[in-house]
């Protein structure tokens, strides 16, 4: 199913500096705001403020991979938040195939996708994937996804008959209960038999049937689903402001992770 991990440390060092009109900066956002060329004042408060949230929350040591997509340009967008660098073990995004990029997001375009370098190095039973989708369509896409002949899967997929479907072949959360895909979800695992899908913090459904299957030892694709190594099919049309992949989350968590989520995306004027 979902999957990532880390390490958790309420004690993370925190190094400010002065920028931004004469306030102070956490040193990780500081590192993504400057290899990120990022310029805007409103843009650099909420990347800093989505940061020292996160921390608060005890939830940033529980993130592999964030994908904030500020700035508008794909040059700006592939950073990870997490680890702002440009080489493969930072996971930042590649993007192939076109797509658009502007200040609401990435949008993959049914034809495109970004390979997050990241996947054979995760954890089985304790992840989480996360997709801020500002597209309300729900159709049969992948959003974030690596498949690799049954029974080797993990997926997210906002669709219908199961509007959000995460899953390792049988370990599958699925919901209907509601026809729009707009919003913040998570997928996420702590054990074999413990799966819950969120929207905007709160849960939807939990799925305790057993899934020990094997993870695939292939990259998650954002925007398709990587099948083997390639992205063949379920291209995602869904623009996306936000994701993440890391650590299993608890209720509590999920609600406080959305929270910070939703307030990054307001300062920006995004929301929905």
């Known amino acids: 199913m979902f999957y990532g991990y880390g390490i958790l440390n309420n004690h993370v060092p925190t190094l400010r500096a002065t920028v931004m009109g004469g306030g102070s900066v956490d040193a990780d956002a500081l590192s993504f705001i400057s290899a990120a060329s990022i310029t805007n004042t409103t843009q650099k408060s909420a990347i800093n403020k989505l940061v020292t949230d996160l921390k608060t929350a005890s939830i940033w040591s529980k993130m592999k991979a964030i994908y904030p997509f500020v700035?508008?340009?794909?040059s700006q967008h592939r950073f990870?938040?997490?680890?702002?660098?440009?080489?493969?073990?930072?996971?930042?995004?590649?993007?192939?195939?076109?797509?658009?990029h502007s200040s609401s997001g990435y949008l993959p375009n049914g034809n495109?996708?970004?390979?997050t370098k990241l996947g054979a190095n995760l954890l089985q039973t304790n992840n989480h994937l996360s997709y801020y989708s500002k597209?309300?369509?729900?159709?049969t896409e992948c959003e974030l996804g690596v498949y690799n002949d049954l029974p080797s899967a993990i997926i997210s997929q906002l669709?219908?008959?199961g509007?959000?479907?995460s899953g390792q072949n049988g370990g599958v959360v699925s919901f209907t209960t509601t026809s729009s895909a707009l919003g913040f979800w998570i997928g996420t695992k702590t054990s074999d038999t413990n799966r819950k899908g969120y929207l905007n913090g709160t849960l939807q459904a939990t799925s305790t049937s057993s899934d020990n299957q094997v993870l695939p030892s292939l990259n998650v694709f954002l925007g398709a689903r990587n099948k083997g190594?390639?992205?063949a099919e379920l291209y995602s049309t869904k623009q996306c402001a936000f994701a993440s992949i890391g650590d299993g989350l608890t209720d509590a968590e999920a609600d406080n992770f959305y929270t910070a989520i939703q307030t990054y995306q307001t300062t920006l004027g995004r929301q929905v």
């Not at 700035?71 to 794909?74: F, H, K, L, P, Q």
């Not at 990870?80 to 658009?100: C, I, Q, S, W």
């Not at 597209?135 to 159709?139: A, D, L, Y």
């Open 112 to 115: 495109s996708y970004a390979d």
């Open 159 to 161: 669709r219908p008959a």
């Open 135 to 139: 597209t309300s369509t729900v159709n």
């Open 229 to 231: 190594g390639t992205a």
């Open 80 to 100: 990870n938040l997490k680890d702002p660098r440009t080489v493969t073990a930072a996971f930042y995004l590649d993007f192939l195939g076109g797509g658009t």
């Open 71 to 74: 700035g508008g340009t794909a």
């Open 163 to 165: 509007n959000y479907i």
